[in-house]
């Protein structure tokens, strides 16, 4: 690197849906920044309170635990947090910016992303939130491993931008060189099957990734 050339800030990686030991050593060996644990009920991914406060203790120091959330009731967001310490919460659903921060946690609210969306005024809806998730429009909320159409994100959206929806190994440099999100969050492209991942999925994901870094 030359004088006149500057390292670009790394693209922090987030790997959701764990539910098994391996898959969190796996992801922590692989370099992630962050591990998303899956509070909604009827996602194949859910974890139990308890089983997430299990997972949250093989984390090294500065890899953050995020709860994801689908429309919850205050209760179910305070029974979590009585028991797994997370860094940060996802909001996926239908939530106002009242129901994300009351929590005083940092959060990504997520954008469920379709043409009819207009993104600027969806994220100007949420200044409290540490950054704008944007997945793909999905039947069920997300989490279904489907990639949306990166020209429809406008510059300068208020908010960092956490890119999501339907990434893997072979698309997230493309998409990272594309876009230059803060981060980027993955679900299906790193498992074998809904909720199992996959080490080498993982390690090609996060290699993808950096070598886009680079560019
Ligand atoms: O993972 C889930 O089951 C899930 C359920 C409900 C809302 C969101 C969910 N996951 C998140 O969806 C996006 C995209 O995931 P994918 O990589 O396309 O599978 C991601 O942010 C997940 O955290």
Known sequence: MTSATHARTK??????????????????????DAIG?????????????????????????????????????????????????????????????????????????????RPDLDLVQYAAAYPSARAILLDAFVDGYGGGGKTFDWSLIPAGLAQSIVLSGGLDGDNVAEAVRRVRPAAVDVSSGVEAAKGIKDAAKIRAFIAAVRSADND
């Open 11 to 32: 693209t922090r990686i987030k790997i959701c849906g764990l539910t098994r030991e391996a898959d969190v050593d796996a992801a922590v060996a692989a370099g992630a």
């Open 37 to 113: 644990f899956v509070f909604y009920p009827p996602s194949p991914r859910y974890v139990t309170p308890e089983r997430a406060a299990e997972l949250v203790r093989r984390l090294p120091p500065f890899v953050a635990a995020v709860g994801l959330f689908v429309n919850p009731e205050p209760a179910q967001v305070e029974a979590v947090l009585a028991k797994v310490p997370l860094e940060v919460l996802q909001f996926h659903g239908d939530e106002t910016e009242s129901q994300c921060r009351r929590y005083l946690r940092p959060y990504l609210k997520a954008a469920r992303v």
